[in-house]
């Protein structure tokens, strides 16, 4: 599936620092993630009689300033509790937090020797993450491109950016539906969107 190989790419590619130790088949470098492409547009009817319809993806309207403050809010929230859960060694939170296995199973490996991988614990005053597009904001989906830097807590790590996709849980109060490539595809992303079944556990 086109998701699954992206998700796997990108976590490759986000914890190069947990990887270089951890026991995986073959070694070839990530792959470059697809570039996003376009939304298309509906083009104009050949004649009056055969009107044609197009299916768009969501359209992307620019929220107000105080929502977007929120998101963002939201979405490093989120992040720096993942990058708390591995480093305080908890695989119960870590399978809390994360809604898709192929994002939890590397970190649950580093999490069993997380001293290894982190040079300090991670907090608000050595974490950043900045909101660079909100892709999608609806109740029960959260989507956005974000860039975050790890690098004063983890080692070797590095800036990256990706398409972080939320799920609101009410015993806490979002979950990370999946954590995808920077390009990934529209069409990629709304799949994870449109999941209703979201009670995977590890």
Known sequence: MNRTAAAIGFVAVLLAALITVLVIDGGDDPVAAPTTTAPPTSSAPQSTTSPTTTTTPPTTTAPPADREA????????????????????????????????????????????????????????????????????????LVARVTEDPRPFLVDGQVDTLIAVLWPRLEIDWRTGSRLGGGTPTSEWMQVCDITDRDWSP
């Open 70 to 141: 929120e998101i963002e809010e939201i979405m490093t929230f989120v992040e720096l509790r993942m990058w708390q859960a591995v480093e305080a060694g908890d695989i119960e939170l870590l399978g809390t937090l994360l809604g898709d296995p192929f994002n939890y199973e590397p970190l649950a490996e580093a999490a069993g020797d997380s001293g290894r991988y982190f040079s300090q614990s991670p907090s608000t005053s050595n974490f950043e993450l900045r909101v660079d597009e909100i892709l999608l904001d609806r109740e029960d989906c």
